[in-house]
């Protein structure tokens, strides 16, 4: 129940409603139905959602060395700039995996362009899995 009112409230500030405004709604309609009880609940609910939502709007740059940086950017360009991105503001990751190459992930999207995924790709091709 306390999921339901913390997403109502999520919504409602995400359409522009001011956050004191719609805590001061969300407090009255409660008032009213005699469950104010559930309002600690509902802020732990709101944090988790916004905690997601957060992860979900981060876009990160994942790389093999740091020296490959400013390549990485360079090509990743375009995608970054389909999803409204400046390359500056994406955060970068030395991913130790990777063994060359780059992968943007954010935003609900992933872009693979790292050697790891086209050695796995040829690995699987080679031996029929």
């Known amino acids: 129940m306390e999921h339901a009112y913390a997403q109502a409230l ?26 104010v009880s559930l309002l600690p609940k509902i802020g ?29 950017k360079k090509e990743a360009e375009e995608f970054l700039s389909e999803m409204h991105l400046d390359p500056k503001g994406v955060t970068v990751h030395v991913d130790d995996t990777l063994i060359g190459g780059w992968r943007v992930e954010g935003r609900e999207r992933l872009v693979d362009a790292s050697f790891k995924k086209y ?10 899995i």
């Open 10 to 35: 999520w919504k409602m500030i995400g359409n522009g409603m001011k956050a004191k405004e719609a805590v001061h709604a969300l407090h009255e309609m409660l008032l009213r139905l005699g469950r």
């Open 44 to 72: 732990r609910a709101l944090v988790s959602i916004a905690m997601r939502d957060e992860g979900r709007s981060d876009v990160v740059l994942s790389i093999a060395r740091e020296k490959d940086e400013s390549r990485a």
């Open 119 to 128: 050695l796995l790709e040829m690995y699987n091709r080679a031996t029929g």
